[in-house]
């Protein structure tokens, strides 16, 4: 177990930075439209906004490794857009749990599809925290039922707290657990898993995506490796990763059916035409049995 942080989430601005840089894109090759991402970031995450839009120019590097990050990002968030705006359609979703939020801006984005439709928002208090001041202070986001739940995986029992600020028990939940699993040990993924399993109802559809040990000896590979100790340093270690092709037993023996996943060839295909993305990552649904 890695000690509590007590600042907000760094990957989390990061991935917002990455969104919010989608919107410079024009309209029709746009991977993602999330107009308020923009508003959740820092002085940094600003300059850095500022900056592409300045120039055009994401980084100068001979790898190319930004931009992949970024395509993945996007990539990832609008296959998750994707289901869960199918199973809003299906008229299947009493609720929907956000694992780790971060800056996830869903609850508004998706707030008319949602039609009332209670989103929990789950995630670390230090990052919970600063997106609450900034929702306090924001006046172009819209109306949305938005509850916001403090919990370190690491810590505390997701059950108690989740029931405790009104979610159903045994309610069908679309849960999205985006960008959090590798940062966990193997332990609280899997309780995690289990949790959200144990407290949702049969069917409900859950979206994640998984780090996992790449093999390439490609540059992109071996700077994916190193980016993973680089985290460390930020304060986010990279701790769980699973390879695509274990992942459904994984999560077969936590309850869960794999309906799709998508790693780099399948959404650069799917979402991204000729931008290319990361290797050692992939996203996916699952169904709990
Ligand atoms: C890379 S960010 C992803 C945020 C969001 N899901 C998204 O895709 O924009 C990782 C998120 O996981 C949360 N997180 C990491 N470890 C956590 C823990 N032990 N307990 C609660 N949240 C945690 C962080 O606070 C952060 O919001």
């Not at 930075?17 to 970031?41: C, H, I, K, S």
């Not at 997106?131 to 810590?155: M, S, Y």
């Amino acid at each position: 177990m890695f000690p509590m942080r007590d600042a907000p989430s760094r990957t989390a601005e990061a991935v917002c930075l990455f969104r919010a840089l989608e919107q410079l894109t024009p309209g029709a090759t746009r991977v993602l439209d999330d107009p308020y991402a923009r508003m959740f970031l820092g002085p940094l995450g600003r300059a850095a906004l500022n900056s592409v839009g300045a120039t055009g120019r994401l980084a100068h590097s001979p790898l190319n490794y930004a931009p992949m990050l970024v395509n993945f990002v996007v990539a990832r968030h609008r296959f998750i857009d994707d289901a869960l705006a199918a199973a809003l359609d299906d008229g299947g979703v009493d609720q929907v749990l956000l694992l780790g939020a971060g800056y996830d801006t869903r609850a508004w984005r998706f707030a008319d599809r949602l039609g009332g439709v209670p989103v929990f928002e789950v995630d670390h208090p230090s990052t919970a925290g600063r997106k609450a001041q900034i929702v306090e202070k924001e006046a172009g986001l819209p109306a949305a039922n938005r509850t916001v739940v403090h919990v370190d995986f690491q810590v505390h029992s997701l059950r108690e707290r989740l029931f405790a600020a009104g979610f159903q028990p045994q309610g069908r939940t679309f849960t999205v657990w985006e960008g959090v699993s590798m940062y966990l040990t193997r332990e609280a993924v899997k309780a995690c898993l289990r949790a959200v399993h144990d407290i949702t109802a049969p069917h409900s559809r859950l979206a994640a995506d998984f780090w996992f040990l790449t093999d390439g000896s490609d540059l992109s590979s071996a700077a994916h490796r190193m980016g993973a100790n680089l985290l460390h340093v930020l304060g986010e270690p990279v701790l769980f990763g699973i390879h695509p092709e274990e992942s459904g037993f994984f999560v077969g023996q936590l309850g869960y059916d794999m309906l799709d996943l998508c790693g780099t060839a399948e959404l650069e295909a799917r979402y991204l035409g000729a931008r290319k993305s990361l290797p050692g990552e992939f996203v996916t649904l699952m169904e709990a049995r």
